[in-house]
């Protein structure tokens, strides 16, 4: 059974930083792609990064500059460092692990979702 728990979330004030991670059980990640959405109160929920196994990355655009994604493929574990942090980055981060070279939420294994609130 597959499992991915997530840790690092909290309260900071604008500007400054978290780093999340992600770590994943329960088989073989080889040829998956990690990565982490968010969802804001009252809005969809949209990719903020994602990271292939073979280190290819993707950002959303709002994030880029600010957020860094990696990933340990040893420990199946994928970070998001997120720098000078904004208000409108307040929203559950949820990681996801999905086959292929980008996590695009079509059928992906999710976490349970961290909380990151970010004061003015």
């Known amino acids: 059974q597959v499992q991915l728990v997530e840790s690092g979330g909290g309260l900071v004030q604008a500007g400054g930083s978290l780093r999340l991670s992600c770590a994943a059980s329960g088989r073989t990640f080889r040829n998956y792609a990690m990565g982490w959405f968010r969802q804001a109160p009252g809005k969809e929920r949209e990719v903020v990064a994602s990271?292939?196994?073979?280190?290819?990355?993707y950002y959303l655009d709002s994030v880029k500059g600010r957020f860094t994604i990696s990933r340990e493929n040893a420990k199946n574990t994928v970070y998001l460092q997120m720098n000078s942090l904004k208000p409108e980055d307040t929203a559950v981060y949820y990681c996801?692990?999905?086959?292929?070279?980008?996590?695009?939420?079509?059928?992906?294994?999710w976490g349970q979702g961290t909380q990151v609130t970010v004061s003015s």
């Open positions: 990271i292939s196994s073979g280190g290819s990355t």
């Open positions: 996801a692990v999905e086959y292929g070279d980008k996590v695009l939420g079509a059928n992906p294994y």
